[in-house]
Each structure stands twice: as C-alpha cells, then as structure tokens.
Nanobody
Framework: QVHLVESGGGLVQAGGSLRLTCAASGTFDSINDMGWYRQAPGKQRELLASVSSRGSTNYADSVKGRFTISRDNAKNTVYLQMNSLKPDDTAVYYC?????????????????WGQGTQVTVSS
C-alpha cells in the first residue's frame, strides 16, 4: 500500500507565499514523476508542475515564474513553493506520483493521489 500526504495549505493574502509538502510512504521500489495539480470549484483538475526522478521540471504557463517544484528523493517528498499568490490560485491542491513496484510477475507502475490541501488566497 502506498500513501501520499499533503500539508502546508492555508489562508494567505494576495502577494503572499506558501510551501506545500507531499510525503510518500508505503511499499515501493522507486518513484518516477511527481507532480502538483489543483482543482477550483466548478473547474477541471489542472496540472501545475511536475518533476522527474532526475529533477527535470515542467510548469503550466499560469504558474511559471511564481511556483517552484522540487523533490527530495531520500525523503520521498515533493514540494511546491508558491510565491506572488493571487486570488485565482484559490483551489484544492493535490500531489500525484507514479510508483515503481517490482514484483515476481514483473515491474508494476501505479499512479497515486494525495487527499488534497486547501489553498485560499484573499484579495
């Protein structure tokens, strides 16, 4: 069983910063890509940023230059530093990761989601 647990959400004023953390636990051999998504009320879940196991990153245009994704492979943790927050950034933020699990039948790749953490940016 694998778990992803997010933390660090909260209420912040426009222009402020927050740092989200997502820690993975459970039984697995390694983690491939890790990413952060968000979903605002009435909107689809959108990918904000992703980071590969080697540290290569990608960002959505909406957060490029304001958000930074990073990971600590030794701690199986991914972070999202969010600066210059805007009211439009208000949403539930989710982390996602692809886990590599080696079994007798072969290598299995499974995708897991965290439970989400609320970020609210006031104007």
């Amino acid at each position: 069983q694998v778990h992803l647990v997010e933390s660090g959400g909260g209420l912040v004023q426009a222009g402020g910063s927050l740092r989200l953390t997502c820690a993975a636990s459970g039984t697995f051999d390694s983690i491939n890509d890790m990413g952060w998504y968000r979903q605002a009320p009435g909107k689809q879940r959108e990918l904000l940023a992703s980071v590969s196991s080697r540290g290569s990153t990608n960002y959505a245009d909406s957060v490029k230059g304001r958000f930074t994704i990073s990971r600590d492979n030794a701690k199986n943790t991914v972070y999202l530093q969010m600066n210059s927050l805007k009211p439009d950034d208000t949403a539930v933020y989710y982390c996602n990761a692809e886990f590599r699990i080696v079994q007798a039948v072969g290598v299995i790749l499974n995708d897991y989601w965290g439970q989400g953490t609320q970020v609210t940016v006031s104007s």
